[in-house]
């Protein structure tokens, strides 16, 4: 790890669209690095944006070094925006914090002093309740997270997001992913470690409106934590499959000891029709988490880089962990 400036704190800032935070944001968040004493750097990754974000950073950047940005080329997406600020950052402790101030800055406090105060690796913040979201999307949210918990071989805090603390030994452990669909919060709980939480209400946007799918989104990102930390899966399609062959061979024996004991049956079609719907779609379904499976595979054997750095600003070439 190369060592820049003492730097204590790299608090990373994933950006797309977020004109109307980033100053009330920038603000907060100096005020609580204020009341820390340590030094700090902040690193702004900024899919390409088509309002005035870039430019309200740049100025920023321009009055305060300890302001850093990386512009990828294209969008890549929040997830992989995130991991490339933890790849830049040389902080001795990373926190991950979203800028449209749902998560409160001042909070990263009360994150750090528990770390410090506990000698822990990592410190997550806990939602106790969650202001201007759907029923909706808490209830697929609240689903998906037991669904990971009960299939796969981790444990995912449920209500929380990304906003946490880590030390660097266990930022150094995140880097060694190589995982195509990120998932941070399946990673830090593979990792281990000493890791505890604080709670907090989470608020409305400050302004604007999110530019995360609100239901396609969630289901996306529930997928990628399922499908990356089990392969359970795949195992419950195979007993799907062995249920139904059992079934199907019960009812086939049933329909020939009605045959020889002269038992009328009479032969519908709408129930052929159910049941070649029926196991068409099983089939399919089977299908389609193998698929799912074998498209990680795919996107990890091509080794393509998760994102790429169009600017850098504030950053050198050799600060890249």
Known sequence: MIKKNNICISI?????????NINEFYSRTL?????????????FILDPCEDNSLNIIKGLADSN?????????????QPIATLAG???SIGDFVIVVDVDLQD?????YDLYFKLKSKNLDVVYAKRKSRDGETFIKKFISEIGYKLINKLSDINIPVNVGDFRIMSRRVVNEIKKF???????????????FDQDYIEYDRKERFSGSTKYNKYLGSLKIGLNGLLGFTSKPLQLMSLVGFFFSFLSFIIGITYFVLKIFHFEITAGLPTTILIIT??????????????EYIARIYDLVKERPRYIIK???????DEKN
């Open 104 to 108: 409160p800055p001042e909070l990263i």
């Open 311 to 317: 600017n850098k600003t504030n950053i050198k070439d």
């Open 31 to 43: 005020k609580t690095l204020e009341k820390l004493k340590l030094e700090y750097e902040i690193i």
């Open 178 to 192: 190589k995982d195509p669909e990120a998932f941070l919060r399946g990673i830090v709980s593979y990792v281990g």
């Open 65 to 77: 070094k300890n302001i850093k940005i990386l512009e990828f080329s294209r969008r890549f997406g």
């Open 12 to 20: 990373i800032v994933p950006i797309l669209n977020e004109e109307k």
């Open 278 to 291: 029926f196991f068409s779609g099983i089939q399919l379904m089977a299908l389609g988490v193998v698929g």
């Open 86 to 88: 933890i790849d830049y």
